[in-house]
């Protein structure tokens, strides 16, 4: 399912393609929901950070650069 969201570092809206199915997204949606690991377990934290916050591994990046050493 192509997933949208709008970075809140950038402003750019950017999709990515997840395995992920309408009912869990609904499930993200609802009230009461589980943790967001529990209703996507075959996700990376990564795409589970984009799903909620809109946040890309580049803004990640962006934000927290590697430290020379």
């Known amino acids: 399912m192509l997933i949208s969201r709008k970075s809140p570092l950038t402003g750019h809206n ?5 395995p ?11 009230r009461s ?8 377990p075959n996700l990376t934290a990564e795409q589970r950070e984009f799903i909620l ?3 890309t591994p580049d803004d990640w990046k962006q934000m927290f650069p590697p430290e020379d050493g």
């Not at 950017?14 to 997840?18: E, M």
């Not at 992920?20 to 609802?30: A, I, N, P, R, Y």
């Open 14 to 18: 950017n999709s990515w393609d997840l």
């Open 20 to 30: 992920v199915t309408k009912e869990q997204m609904d499930l993200l949606q609802s």
């Open 33 to 40: 929901r589980p943790m967001i690991q529990d209703i996507f």
């Open 53 to 55: 916050t809109g946040y």
